[in-house]
């Protein structure tokens, strides 16, 4: 268990430094030229590959809440990520615990900031459907974790000993 908690923090340092690096170094443009408002969702149109994940976790979304609602034994760690816009910026975060409320949702921002500044870890936001852009939980039973597409696209980006590492102790399942 101990080992699954580091290694969750290494891969998720590793995630948010990759999304800032990508954010900072694609083509010159900053995050908030490389995210951009498209009808109301946000959209990472310089990069297919984390487009296609948050496509592929907005299509499966009504699936995920009726999971979070019901909340099965042996499930876990629901969690939200959402884009945070801040001066022309935005920066994704895990949203746990959330709730639905009777206007959108709220929840606790669960990582600190690297490049807004109107939110901070362990703040609880307020947040719209269309600021989602993927979601997660754990089935206990299985030892499987569903949704975290991002994270898949992540991991095809990280050295192959990482990705391969938190893939066994997870049973993040990429393929699907």
Same mark, same amino acid.
């Given at each position: ?6 290694? !969750? ?12 690096? =990508? ?7 900053? /995050?908030?030229?490389? &995210?951009? /408002? $498209? ?8 990069? @297919? ?6 496509? *592929? ?7 995920? !809440? ?5 909340? @099965?034994?042996? %499930? *876990?760690?629901?969690? !939200? ?10 920066? =994704?975060?895990? +949203? ?16 600190? @900031? ?12 307020? =947040?719209?459907? $269309?600021? +989602?852009? $993927?979601?997660?939980?754990?089935? %206990?039973?299985?030892? +499987? ?10 991991? /095809?980006?990280?050295?192959?000993? #990482? &990705?391969? /590492? ?5 049973? !993040? #399942?990429?393929?699907?």
């Amino acid at each position: 268990m101990k080992h699954k908690t580091i290694l !969750l923090g290494m891969v998720l340092i590793l995630v948010g430094l990759a999304v800032v690096q =990508f954010s900072l170094n694609h083509d010159g443009a900053t /995050q908030g030229e490389v &995210a951009s /408002q $498209d009808q109301g969702a946000i959209a990472a149109p310089n990069d @297919p590959e984390m487009q296609a994940a948050f496509n *592929k976790a907005r299509k499966s979304l009504d699936y995920f !809440l009726g999971v979070a609602e019901s909340r @099965p034994d042996e %499930t *876990k760690g629901f969690a !939200l990520k959402v884009g945070v816009r801040d001066e022309g910026l935005t920066e =994704f975060f895990w +949203i746990y615990p959330f709730q639905k409320e009777d206007e959108g949702f709220s929840g606790r921002i669960n990582t600190s @900031p690297e490049l807004v500044d109107n939110v901070f870890k362990g703040e609880v936001i307020n =947040f719209d459907r $269309d600021q +989602i852009v $993927d979601w997660t939980f754990e089935d %206990t039973a299985t030892d +499987i974790m569903h949704g975290n597409y991002t994270g898949c696209v992540e991991l /095809q980006r990280a050295a192959p000993e #990482n &990705a391969e /590492q938190f893939q066994e102790l997870y049973g !993040l #399942n990429c393929d699907k």
